[in-house]
């Protein structure tokens, strides 16, 4: 059943509620905050508007009401990037006063037609009490089941019964996105060789409609000393932090991206099959080539492997009609203090690939890691590129550096930071404390992130989460020092793949990036 639309005052309630946690250092709130901003263009160009509205809100909150006062605010490296971010807020709150109306409005016709049709199916001789039950049906819903990307007009799908879905629908997203990037690329250069039209008297009546907006929503957002909210509720809308989303974002440092425009591994891996048509089917028609699809069988599939990750028998092609905004994946798994997970779809070639890769390192005793990126589409996450930062290793550590390398390139192909994957050469596969404190980090931005643990001597590997509670806050809050320590808490993390909001999708295009051969 698709859940009801919400109210913006539900919407606003669910964006104030998160955690803030000002021990987290400020370049990784920053990094938040601009995921933030990046999934909330990507649920608007679906039609979710309530996600929208939810994550925009919840960006110029963090903003505004906590990202102001964070300890190292005062650093000057951080205070370009945080001018960044509250420019990118009065952009929202223009943005959040269109919505608006357009939420309410349809929530208002939702509340009248069960109105309606409640009134048509009471008994004749009792009287029904509208009001009552506007009141009622208007109080927040239950937190597992409140899920604004959900309450649209689309059925949500199960990601366990739909992976060959969820795998067309990527690869023709992600390829649309593409051609759109390469378009929009193109567009720009040649603007710049051409002069500038005359600006329309129109789009300056429209800055200024905007620029009013701006104020009145930035005066309620900020407005401590009048205490009230849009609905008229009086109380600040900067209370109560506790979150539910807390997104990995990169640095806003929109430098050239000619440097990482050609980086492949190999160079005719899955950008370039991206940009191409997937071939019409055969003469056989899609049912009976489906039925007839022989099983892979693991030893044979492994042997076949090509660095893009699509080794495999052919897929009937994308339907042409395939848009995100016409499925929703519903969450597949809840953290321990209730709050739902987006489900993660994991190529199941990626981390053999990752060992090849890692392989030198291997027999020499050292750990290699690596960055798992992908896109949101349809309220899900996919996992569509692994990338190898440049890292410093030993046989029990591997550390990533040069990060505004990383995350250049990162932003640089609207990526976003999905978890991460190491070796253990000669170890079991378990996370060790430094590990734990590692993905803390991951975690504490993206509740989604996941981390991939790799044992070639054992022959084994497992994908894993902390815990919330007892582990997030167990991490975060740790003081012990020391390379290795133990922890007072047992539960500290948990399997995200059997089950959890992890689910492998045979087929699904991956693309191995290789920063460390980039200069």
């Not at 160009?45 to 309530?50: A, C, H, L, S, V």
């Not at 930035?218 to 609905?231: E, F, I, N, R, Y």
């Given at each position: 059943m698709v859940e009801r639309p919400l109210s913006v005052q539900q919407i606003v309630e669910e964006a104030q509620n998160f955690d803030y946690n000002p021990l987290v250092p400020l370049k990784y709130w920053l990094r938040t905050a601009n995921t933030?901003?990046?999934?909330?263009?990507?649920?608007?160009?679906?039609?979710?508007?309530?996600q929208t509205y939810l994550l925009l809100f919840r960006h110029a909150q963090l903003v505004l009401g906590s990202l102001r006062a964070h300890p190292d605010a005062r650093q000057i490296q951080h205070r370009s990037n945080l001018q960044q971010a509250e420019r990118a807020v009065q952009k929202s709150l223009a943005k959040l006063e269109v919505l608006k109306p357009r939420i309410n409005a349809r929530y208002q016709r939702y509340e009248q037609l069960r109105q309606d049709r409640e009134a048509q199916n009471a008994p004749r001789n009792a009287p029904v009490n509208l009001n009552q039950s506007t009141t009622k049906s208007s109080s927040k819903p239950k937190s597992l089941s409140f899920e604004p990307a959900t309450a649209n007009h689309t059925?949500?799908?199960?990601?366990?019964?739909?992976?060959?879905?969820?795998?067309?629908?990527?690869?023709?997203?992600?390829?649309?996105?593409?051609t759109a990037k390469t378009a929009s690329r193109h567009a720009g250069e040649q603007g710049m060789r051409t002069a500038r039209p005359p600006i329309n008297q129109n789009h300056t009546v429209d800055d200024d409609t905007l620029t009013q907006q701006m104020q009145?929503?930035?005066?309620?957002?900020?407005?401590?000393?009048?205490?009230?909210?849009?609905?008229g509720n009086s109380r600040s809308q900067f209370e109560n932090h506790r979150l539910i989303y807390r997104y990995p974002t990169v640095p806003e440092n929109r430098s050239s991206k000619s440097d990482f425009s050609t980086i492949c591994a190999p160079k005719d891996a899955l950008v370039n099959g991206l940009m191409e048509d997937t071939p019409a089917p055969g003469l056989p028609p899609k049912e009976k080539l489906l039925g007839n699809e022989p099983p892979i069988s693991r030893t044979n599939q492994e042997n076949s492997l090509k660095f893009d990750g699509s080794a495999r028998l052919p897929s009937p092609p994308p339907k042409p009609d395939l848009k995100p905004s016409t499925f929703t994946f519903k969450p597949s798994a809840y953290l321990e203090n209730g709050s739902p997970l987006r489900t993660i779809f994991l190529p199941p070639n990626l981390r053999h690939q990752f060992l090849k890769i890692a392989l030198s390192n291997t027999q020499a005793n050292l750990e290699t890691c690596g960055v798992l990126c992908g896109t949101l589409i349809s309220n899900a996450l996919f996992i569509s590129k692994l990338v190898i930062p440049d890292q410093e290793s030993t046989s029990d550590t591997c550390e990533t550096i040069n990060e505004d390398k990383l995350f250049e390139y990162v932003d640089g192909e609207d990526l976003m930071v999905l978890g991460w994957i190491h070796t253990h050469p000669t170890q079991t596969c378990f996370m060790s404390s430094r590990d734990l404190h590692t993905h803390a980090g991951y975690q504490a931005m993206m509740p989604e992130s996941i981390a991939i643990v790799c044992a070639p001597s054992k022959g084994d590997w497992g994908v894993f989460r902390l815990t919330d509670p007892p582990g997030m806050k167990s991490v975060l809050g740790c003081t012990k020092t020391g390379l290795f320590h133990p922890h007072d808490e047992t539960n500290i993390y948990t399997d995200a793949l059997r089950p959890g909001h992890v689910y492998e999708a045979e087929g699904l295009h991956f693309d191995i990036v290789d920063l460390r051969q980039i200069q």
């Open positions: 933030l901003l990046q999934e909330a263009g990507i649920y608007e160009r679906e039609g979710k508007i309530q059925e949500p799908l199960a990601a366990a019964d739909h992976r060959d879905l969820a795998v067309q629908l990527a690869h023709t997203e992600i390829r649309r996105r593409a009145k929503l930035g005066s309620q957002l900020k407005g401590k000393a009048s205490g009230q909210t849009q609905d």
